[in-house]
């Protein structure tokens, strides 16, 4: 099998692609289900057909473009990623795996290979949390990690619901038809850029991700008593600020002595009432997103955090309420991808690294319903999320290359 990626053809497409948008060039912006994100999947539609691929969606706009297998009725082998970019984001960001994804399949087809298992190419709808305010829908939807019921509550910022919104986009049905049924994919890998600085900086073109970290967040509430700043004794206080920095400070030492690098803590948001110089802050109110790629982990760290705020509520006489807003769990990709991903990367003589996901992906919930993995490919700087972020045409050759080989070897 002659492997061969047309380096300029994809380079053209992610470039066409990254025009279709509604911010100002180089910068891209992408919302799920606005008009600009309906054109760019009829464009993208239209590359798909062109390279006789059968093109189906689902009731939430995940879209499929099947490649038959010489035996069509087992399980498929599917790639992709998503193209809804956050506001001034960047052109490469969930792309890569789309377009490169594309031109895995193209490469296939030109080297006269025929897969036996069918490959599906996955167009997964709002990777990005912009428009609901909950990341891997799409994904979440097909791996029954959300019911369907939970999915019609979801609002967008304008007060127009889940339900309305996909519907004038043109997707019908229930989202209850979304959720894959058993069996229906056989493997699952995402291409995608790391994000991360780790593979420019070893000089490396493939990052193989074995865990897909996952955040729990959470809302947490201090309640004291307020009063005069010059009137009220510190004998006396019971200041809200106080102890939650001390929490905070409590949280960092957690996840500080977890004993994994992998283990990170942030309070990203802390508010405190009344807010003035001259008034003891009687109400605090602060965010924690904490993340680690063991849930065993995540969840010691988490009791540590709660002894502590026990701890301070009974010594500083205040209460303290904690409300999880959401759980993900983590998870470990298939060792049967990251052996295959390896021996593509072999066979080309491409170095590579074993690698953490330290962001999340929709790989994170297929990989709970089948098989699944990531490959890496290096961006600039690592950055991402900014018009800035870039990958040079023959790192995304690399990650195509290595893609097309390993769905070749899934699917034989
Ligand atoms: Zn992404």
């Not at 002595?257 to 405190?272: F, L, P, Q, W, Y």
Request: overall charge negative; glycine content about 8%.
């Amino acid at each position: 099998m002659n492997l061969e990626v047309d380096r300029g053809r994809l380079f053209n497409e992610i470039e066409k692609l990254a025009l279709i948008s509604d911010a100002e060039p180089p910068a891209v912006t992408r919302v799920v289900f606005s008009p600009t994100d309906g054109k760019a999947r009829v464009w993208f539609i239209g590359l798909c057909e062109q390279a006789g691929l059968a093109v189906r969606h689902d009731p939430v706009g995940n879209t499929f473009a099947r490649w038959s297998g010489t035996e069509p009725d087992v399980p498929a082998v599917g790639t992709g990623s998503h193209i809804d970019a956050i506001p001034n984001a960047g052109k490469y960001d969930g792309v890569v795996g789309v377009l490169g994804g594309l031109e895995a399949i193209r490469a296939l087809q030109r080297s006269g290979f025929r897969p036996k298992h069918s490959l599906e190419l996955l167009l997964f709808t709002s990777e990005e949390p912009t428009r609901f305010g909950i990341g891997c829908l799409g994904s979440r939807l097909l791996s029954g990690s959300m019911p369907a019921d939970a999915a019609r509550k979801l609002v967008d910022k304008e007060g127009a619901s889940l339900e309305e919104v996909r519907r004038n986009a043109g997707f019908a049905g229930a989202l209850e038809e979304v959720k894959l049924s058993h069996g229906y994919l056989k493997a699952f890998v995402e291409l995608h850029i790391e994000q991360g600085p780790l593979l420019e900086r070893h000089r490396v073109p493939i990052g193989i991700v074995t865990s897909i970290a996952a955040p729990a967040s959470f809302r947490f509430a201090v309640e004291g008593a307020g009063g005069h700043a010059g009137a009220m004794l510190m004998p006396e206080r019971r200041d809200a600020l106080c102890a939650a920095s001390e929490l905070i400070l409590a949280i960092e030492t957690a996840a500080k002595a977890s004993g994994a690098v992998d283990t990170v803590a942030t309070v990203g948001i802390c508010d405190v009432f009344p807010g003035a110089v001259n008034s003891i802050p009687s109400r605090v109110r602060f965010t924690l997103d904490l993340r680690d790629t063991s849930l065993e982990r995540r969840d010691a760290v988490l009791r540590v955090i709660q002894a502590a705020r026990e701890d301070i509520s009974a010594k500083r006489q205040v209460v303290i309420q904690e409300e999880l807003v959401n759980a993900d769990a983590p998870a470990q990709c298939a060792t049967e991808i990251t052996e295959a991903l390896s021996r593509a990367c072999t066979k080309h003589q491409l170095a590579s690294i074993p690698m953490v996901s330290r962001a999340y992906h929709d790989s994170l919930f297929m990989s709970r319903i089948v098989p699944a993995g990531m490959l890496f490919i290096p961006c600039r700087h690592g950055y991402s999320h900014r018009p800035d972020e870039y990958s040079s045409p023959e790192d995304i050759e690399r990650g195509v290359l290595v893609l097309a080989e390993t769905l070749a070897a899934l699917a034989s």
